[in-house]
Nanobody, 116 residues
Framework: QVQLVESGGGLVQAGGSLRLSCAAS????????MSWYRQAPGKQRELVAY???????YYADSVKGRFTISRDNAENTVYLQMNSLKPEDTAVYYC??????????WGHGTQVTVSS
């Protein structure tokens, strides 16, 4: 099974920026879709953004124009650049990656807290 480790979370004031990273390791032949999800307290986990192995991207309406997802295939890493952060972006952010043979894996999450 592929292991995913997120980093880059923290506390930031509204309007600030953070960059999340998610590094994949283990038996990797090819990583297909890589995604970021988030889960706020008392809410369901929601898709924030994904990127395919051909660099097509999708963003949730709530983050469009503020967040940018990117990937480094040589490093098996996906990034989430988050700008103009709002208090409602506060959540635990999870990385998900789909490996060609083993399927999807989840990271343990990284906390993002945006103060007003």
């Amino acid at each position: 099974q592929v292991q995913l480790v997120e980093s880059g979370g923290g506390l930031v004031q509204a309007g600030g920026s953070l960059r999340l990273s998610c590094a994949a390791s283990g038996p990797i032949s090819r990583l297909d879709e890589m995604s970021w999800y988030r889960q706020a307290p008392g809410k369901q986990r929601e898709l924030v953004a994904y990127i395919t192995n051909s660099d097509s991207t999708y963003y949730a309406d709530s983050v469009k124009g503020r967040f940018t997802i990117s990937r480094d295939n040589a490093e098996n890493t996906v990034y989430l650049q988050m700008n103009s952060l709002k208090p409602e972006d506060t959540a635990v952010y999870y990385c998900n990656a789909v490996e060609y043979y083993s399927g999807p894996s989840w990271g343990h999450g990284t906390q993002v807290t945006v103060s007003s």
